[in-house]
């Protein structure tokens, strides 16, 4: 009956162009865990959790309005469900005028680690920030103390950076360069030349990262005296695809030469082993039921035809287990005051701190691996590390930030056949 039901307010990017257009998977996965979680008996007993949502498009003003109508119609919210940066920037930041939690399932920005500007923010997904303690640890295992940055010039790419360049000097790793660029690459590229840069980590979204192969290419700055890092998260053949659409003047093949060994981080977002998770499922009977379900939504997924946001699903799924364990916690400490969710008001601070403790310390084994947050509300999570084999992505590893151990599997391939070196050595026969 109505007066048994916990309100929660979601806000999924979907329609629309610019940005991330991730609910059109998170949304489905939200569906699936909301389902699980209220079937799941001695969850929330005798209570289901409800969602009401709408679609941000990713536009940080239409998810304002979004959240300004889950508020400003009853029932009461609980707490808010949000996806890409900058909804989640926007959201966030104005939550604490409502007493509200918000878990952002697709937001790595890591502006968004400040507790001053969004007291009540949690994120399943990790900030970008989460690779740089693998680049380092990566540099110190190949012996790269001279290493130089390539990014393009976004806020997230822009804030990854002063967080890798503090890393480096804590490392005493040199930064020879760091070279930024709006869209074309041609002349930073080039300065890495002057600089004689070996090293490099790359820093752009995949479209720049098709020019700035191409542009590696004609300035001859790949090989086997050459490094580059890129980011694990681009498509698996992204360095193959669109070169035609997106005026790349390079071949196939030219491409492929050009990423031939280079290194990629990325942040884990499905579960690796076999593991039963606290759902019942291991990730694998995960993805199964998410497959099942997008295809009954028409996607083709047998031809890989994947909705955005696919990749980031075992997130969405786990921040409603993590709402639905907070509100268990909750519940079981509000009863002993003879308070409960249902009386929750915008200007009850009691029950939305309560709320806020409940989320900060649940910690549980869900689709996407370990769920944990730290004081900042940011996702914990481990990294993989791949490298371009033969045109192929191979699993090199995985870093675990927290234990400071490197999961290394030795598949590891140099053009030249040694490590390449972070600088020119000049023997002088004495
Ligand atoms: C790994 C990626 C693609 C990074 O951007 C996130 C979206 C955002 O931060 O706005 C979604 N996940």
Redesign the pocket.
């Known amino acids: 009956d109505a007066d048994n039901v916990l309100h929660i307010g979601g806000i999924f990017p979907i329609a629309g162009e610019g ?2 257009q ?1 609910g059109q998977a998170c949304m489905p996965a939200v569906n699936l865990a909301l389902d699980d979680v209220n079937h799941e008996k001695n969850l929330l007993p005798g209570f289901i959790l409800k969602l009401h949502s709408n679609d941000s498009e ?1 536009e940080p003003g239409l998810g304002a309005s979004v959240m300004y109508n889950l508020l400003y119609y009853k029932p009461h919210k609980l707490m808010l469900l949000a ?4 909804v ?1 920037t926007t959201v966030a930041e104005a939550a604490k005028m409502w007493n509200l939690v918000v878990l952002c399932y ?4 890591p502006a968004l680690s400040d507790r001053n500007r969004f007291p009540t923010l949690f994120r399943t ?1 990790p900030s ?1 920030t989460v690779h740089n303690p693998t680049r380092i640890k990566l540099l110190q295992k190949f012996g790269w103390s001279r290493v130089a940055i390539l990014q393009q010039a976004e806020e ?1 790419f822009i804030s990854t950076v002063e967080d890798l360049e503090a890393r480096c000097k804590e490392a005493g790793i040199e930064i020879v360069t760091r070279q930024s660029f709006l869209s074309e690459p041609t002349d930073a590229v080039r300065n890495l030349r002057r600089q004689d840069a070996r090293i490099i980590v790359g820093l752009f979204y995949v479209v720049a990262a098709r020019r700035v192969l191409c542009e590696l290419y004609h300035q001859k700055l790949y090989g086997k005296s050459y490094v580059w890092f890129f980011i694990g ?1 681009y498509e698996d053949n992204w360095f193959e695809v669109n070169l035609d659409k997106e005026g790349i003047t390079c071949t196939k093949e030219q491409m492929r030469l050009a990423a031939e060994g280079h290194l990629t981080t ?2 884990l977002m499905w579960n690796q082993n076999n593991d039963t998770t606290i759902s019942g499922m291991t990730s694998e009977d995960f993805r199964q039921r998410l497959n099942k379900m997008l295809k009954e939504d028409g996607y083709d997924i047998d031809n890989n035809r994947y909705p955005e ?1 696919y ?2 699903a075992p997130l969405a799924y786990d921040a409603v287990w993590s709402v639905a364990l907070a509100f268990n916690k909750t519940m079981e400490k509000l009863s002993k005051q003879g308070k409960s969710l249902k009386n929750f008001t915008y200007t009850d601070k009691e029950i939305a701190d309560e709320i806020y403790s409940a989320i900060n310390s649940t910690q549980f084994l869900g689709v996407s691996g370990f769920v944990a947050f730290s004081s900042q509300g940011d996702r914990i999570a481990l990294t993989q590390i791949e490298q371009v084999i033969d045109g192929k992505y191979v699993k090199l590893g995985y870093y675990d930030t927290q234990s400071d151990n490197l999961t290394w599997r030795n598949m590891e391939r140099w053009i030249g056949g040694k490590v390449p070196q972070d600088r020119t050595i000049i023997r002088t026969v004495l």
């Open positions: 940005g991330w991730g990713c996806g890409c940066s900058t989640c697709g937001a790595s920005s997904h970008a997230v998260w990325e942040a946001g990749q980031e």
